[in-house]
């Protein structure tokens, strides 16, 4: 999560990266001594779902088209 930036707050999904190979200690069940071995596991990635959508264009103007009817919208109140 420090990787990508993200913070408390954030919305974020999580995303399977793929496989990786790590070394895990565990203790052998014949002599009880702990010994290391090789597993694979799945590798995960964290992006943040806000970010990810601010930059996608078609959001981006349907947003400011939002912007737009909401400042329209105040103007026509009266007070």
């Known amino acids: 999560m420090t990787r990508n930036n ?3 707050g954030d919305k974020a ?4 990266a793929g496989k990786e190979e790590v070394t895990r ?4 069940p014949e002599t ?5 071995v090789n ?3 799945k590798a995960w990635d964290v992006k943040n779902i806000d970010r990810q ?3 996608d264009p078609e959001v ?8 737009e009817d909401r400042a ?7 007070r």
């Open 6 to 8: 993200i913070k408390i």
């Open 13 to 16: 999904t999580f995303v399977e």
């Open 32 to 36: 009880d001594e702990p010994e290391r």
């Open 60 to 67: 981006q103007e349907r947003r400011r088209l939002e912007r």
């Open 53 to 55: 959508i601010d930059r």
């Open 25 to 28: 200690s565990r203790r052998n």
């Open 39 to 41: 597993v694979t596991r």
């Open 72 to 78: 329209r919208g105040d103007r026509s109140i009266s």
